[in-house]
């Protein structure tokens, strides 16, 4: 703090102050404590609610038709403290049905149904695995160009890499769509070879498959997991791998004894982008599956937002992701032993 | 003994149309400590990678204890490398690094560690062996590389200027300790250096290179008071240049006429008169004239000079030309106005073929 008011000046420095805080405070707060807050409370729509109401109607009809019949002033008053009880009862009713009230509690996140479960953990476990994929095909890259490329074609192929980014992801999903398609690149292929017929509809169904949908997440997220093992495996010392080598190891050994250890905040960077995004991801399992096989969570709570207007259970849905997200961060953190700053770096 | 012998037969290695090293026959004894000498970008870490394996000869073949190594990976050789930069793994503590070889060929822990902790001790770490390199001074991290080459019972140790990032000190410490090291276990040292004085005090050989081409190979005696080029001669211990062409020449000595005078010195390389040629004469090799005048004799002007303890340099000019004697600090040396009378012998001077001298120094 001091030194950034002696390096730019009280007027420039509490602007960056301000900004920063605006930043934390609009953009990552706010929407934050907003799903937060709507998560936790549902309205308890009565559904007898209207009955009630018609019922204490034609009671007090009754009663009224009562108050008209009767003779002494006693029963009169005595008809008409039951007609206000009555008046006062349908006010309440009538309040509650326009302004229902708001319950507190737990009820959004304990209320999901089994099914709905079952897609909360299934896309758990396909995040994962794309993860786990993408880390399998990124690593060798990641090295490669770090490592055993020369200058010129490591340039070439992180171009490779990065130019597909320049087109929408939307774009990117859809040319998969088309490989993968009934009627698509890799059915043509196979038509023409005469292994499948369009005809007799023997066309590999990859679409029904979930693994069309890794295909797609890991190609959509590779830029995720290959930069930051990218950055890690740049930064060691190339002596290190020759001296490994020199020692007698084999390459098997080298990377589980020295590259990858030292490329373990990398890792564990990439793998948490990676299973993020592909967890949370919408269009690439809506478009990739078009309906036709299962939902992913992400579909599920787009629903709650958007076809139910279930806002408060949408919230809860979100939100279990995010703590979903927050343990796998925390897991990784762990088990590979990296502290929030290696990550931060 | 452990060590054997490294035969380089006509090496050559070519970088597209760089040649770094041309075509080179060299043999280094089994059991020798054996340093390679030359300024920066010679080529010496070149040959030291072809050896190890990391670079394969453009022609030619490296053979160790006789067995030809073309082909072979520098995990399939009998040689063990200390880098420039020492390249300790920093993730792993000190006995990990020492057992990584050990490792790599699939000995149990428990082997490994008691092999890891004898040669820490060894080499005087005993007690460091849980630390992480980072946590050792610079010499002991040295120490620690050499553990870890060693660990793998290496028949030939190739060390690239490890004591080049050391202070004075503590360089000078390592030189005897390595030395040591290499008497104890016998194995064949091929050291690299740019450094002529620590060349000299460690190696029972030298190779004294330039640009890609071993000039002088010889005991370290050798190399000191029989330099063959110019190169050497100025590369190796401090020495007095002053070019001329021959004027007389006979089997044995050479009359130079040069700016400054006419000398005589040893024909080393058979001249004859009207060769261009340079006379060289050691610091210690020459004096002020006092009583008897040697073969030699001239007028310089004297500069100053420089203490250095046991003896002073003094820095004299002949016209532009430097002259350095070297005198034992056994009275004071100044005072000097006027020309002062030099000389030496001619059996102290050589006279070779003008050639490139070094003149960084
Ligand atoms: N891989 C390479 N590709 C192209 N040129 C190279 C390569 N390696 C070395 N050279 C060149 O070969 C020459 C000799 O290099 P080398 O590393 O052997 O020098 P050196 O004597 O070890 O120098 P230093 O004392 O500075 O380490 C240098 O001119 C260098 O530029
Ligand atoms: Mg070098």
Known sequence: ?345 | MRGKNVQLENVVMRFGDFTAVHQTNLEVNAGEFFSVLGPSGCGKTTILRMVSGFMEPSEGRVLIGGEDMTGKGPNKRPTALIFQNLALFPLMSNWENVAFGLEARGIDKKTRRNKAYELLALVGLSGQEMKKPSELSGGQRQRVAIARALAVEPSVLLLDEPLSALDLKLRQHMRAELKEIQRKTGVTFIFITHDQGEALTMSDRIAVMKNGVIEQVGRTDDIYSKPLTPFVATFVGENNVLPGRVTNADKDFAQIETAHGIFRGRNQDSLKPGNSAMLFVRPERAAIVNGTTPDNAFDARFERRDLEGAFVNLHFRLGDNPFIVHEANLRLHNGFDGPIQLGFNADDAVVMASGEVNDDA
């Open chain 1, 1 to 345: 703090m001091h030194s950034l008011i002696r390096s730019y000046g009280k007027p420039l420095t509490s602007l960056f102050v301000c900004l920063t805080a605006f930043w934390l405070l609009v953009m990552i707060a706010l929407p934050q404590a907003f799903m937060i807050e709507h998560s936790l409370w549902h309205i308890d729509r009565d559904d007898q609610l209207g009955m009630k109401i018609d019922r204490a109607y034609s009671e007090m009809g009754l009663v009224e038709y009562d108050l008209k019949a009767a003779k002494t002033e006693k029963v009169r008053a005595e008809f008409q403290t039951r007609i206000d009880a009555l008046k006062a009862q349908i006010a309440a009713l009538e309040a509650q049905e326009t302004e229902p009230p708001k319950i507190y509690g737990i009820h959004n996140y304990t209320k999901m149904s089994e099914l709905h479960f079952t897609i909360f953990l299934k896309s758990i476990v396909f995040a994962l695995m794309v993860t786990v994929l993408a880390l399998v095909v990124c690593y060798p890259m990641a090295f490669t160009i770090a490592k055993l490329a020369t200058p010129y074609k490591a340039a070439l192929m992180m171009l490779g890499l990065i130019i597909p980014y320049a087109i929408n992801e939307l774009l990117r999903v859809y040319a998969w769509l088309m490989i993968l398609d009934y009627q698509g690149v890799i059915n043509s292929a196979l038509a023409w070879l005469g292994l499948v017929s369009f005809e007799a509809k023997t066309w590999v169904p990859f679409l029904e498959n979930p693994g069309s949908v890794f295909v797609a997440l890991i190609y959509a997220y590779v830029l995720f997991m290959i930069f930051p093992i990218y950055n890690t495996v740049e930064t060691l010392d190339k002596n290190q791998l020759e001296a490994a080598k020199d020692l007698g190891a084999s390459t098997w050994k080298t990377h589980m004894r020295i590259v990858i250890p030292h490329a373990k905040p990398g890792i564990a960077v990439g793998c948490i982008m990676t299973f993020m995004l592909s967890v949370g991801s919408y269009s690439v399992p809506q478009i990739m599956t078009r309906g036709k096989s299962g939902d992913w969570f992400s579909q599920l709570i787009y629903r709650q937002f958007f076809e139910s207007q279930n806002w408060n259970t949408g919230a809860a849905y979100s939100f279990s992701l995010v703590i979903v997200c927050l343990a796998f961060i925390l897991i990784m953190m762990k088990s590979f032993k990296v502290g929030i700053r290696d990550i931060a770096k």
